[in-house]
């Protein structure tokens, strides 16, 4: 089909003028009233363009199951998750595992190990492991983004559990991944990581099983965690690759890898947006060409 010229026109004035996605913005909005919502064309706008904050959540919640496809059992559906969490709550507080004083970070994690059978004992209780750091982390991020803490429950739950579920083989993959795209934009970048020492050392574990919590504020954060909501865990790699390419000057002077890598690990959070965008656009580039 032809492209219309005068559609053309009328986005490029709008991303002009400063309202880029206007255009976007109507059609989500058209495929948010399907009663069954479509996920797969749900997914692919989310890949595609970036989703308006004020459908953000709602998008997630149907995308990570939260939510079921059909429109007229929302509120049905929200008030049995709204039960759910009530009761785990109350098991929790009978159980004596938490009380008013526990972060509410924490409490997010002793509920999904109750859903999830791991609760360990009371008396079992010791500081959390690497794992349950990245459930923290992940949950401190969302806190940011998401006011209703019933929301924000099924949210870190859900996010992790589709993250583990659907990408927990490819994750391991990622370092190779990323050292491959670094090979195309910016050889001598890596061959500098990698003779420092620096590159096996990158902070993986942050950028990759925390998909950047804690690294990135909200406001770009979201951004990244609306791709992998819908479906791709390789935007993780181009924004580890943005990041790196944003600070070639500076990491091409750093011989030391434990300086670097202190560096990377608290990035300075005025930037992070235009590395996001740039993350995108690469993304796009090698993984979304039609």
């Given at each position: ?150 929301d924000c429950y099924w949210l870190i739950k859900c996010f992790i559990h589709q993250f583990n579920t659907k990408f927990g083989d490819s994750v391991p993959h990622l370092p190779k991944s990323l050292e491959h795209y670094l090979s195309q934009e910016e050889p001598r970048l890596l061959t500098h990581l990698k003779t420092s020492g620096t590159l096996a050392q990158l902070p993986y574990g942050l950028w990759f099983r925390r998909c950047f919590a804690g690294c990135l504020p909200e406001s ?71």
């Amino acid at each position: 089909m032809a492209d219309d010229p005068q559609r053309n026109f009328r986005s490029a004035y709008y991303e002009k003028v400063g309202f880029r996605g206007v255009e976007e913005k109507k059609s989500l909005e058209i495929l948010l009233k399907d009663n069954p919502l479509d996920l797969e064309k749900l997914s692919t706008f989310s890949q595609r363009f970036p989703l308006p904050s004020m459908y953000r959540i709602h998008v997630w919640k149907v995308l990570l199951g939260i939510l079921p496809p059909h429109n007229d059992s929302h509120s049905l559906v929200g008030g049995y998750r709204k039960e759910q969490y009530q009761d785990i709550l109350e098991a929790l507080e009978v159980m004596r595992y938490i009380n008013p004083s526990t972060p509410s970070t924490h409490v997010y994690l002793r509920m999904s190990q109750l859903e999830t059978l791991v609760l360990p004992r009371c008396s079992e209780t010791s500081a959390p492991d690497e794992e349950n750091e990245d459930f923290l982390s992940i949950s401190r991020a969302m806190e940011e983004i998401v006011d209703d803490p019933i929301d924000c429950y099924w949210l870190i739950k859900c996010f992790i559990h589709q993250f583990n579920t659907k990408f927990g083989d490819s994750v391991p993959h990622l370092p190779k991944s990323l050292e491959h795209y670094l090979s195309q934009e910016e050889p001598r970048l890596l061959t500098h990581l990698k003779t420092s020492g620096t590159l096996a050392q990158l902070p993986y574990g942050l950028w990759f099983r925390r998909c950047f919590a804690g690294c990135l504020p909200e406001s770009s954060l979201q951004r990244v965690w609306d791709k992998v909501i819908s479906g791709s865990c390789k935007i993780l790699v181009f924004v580890a690759l943005e990041i790196l390419l944003s600070y070639k000057i500076m990491l091409m002077g750093i011989s030391r890898p434990e300086g670097a890598v202190r560096f990377l690990c608290n990035i300075p959070q005025e930037n992070t947006d235009a590395i996001v965008t740039k993350a995108i656009d690469l993304w796009h580039k090698y993984c979304l060409q039609s």
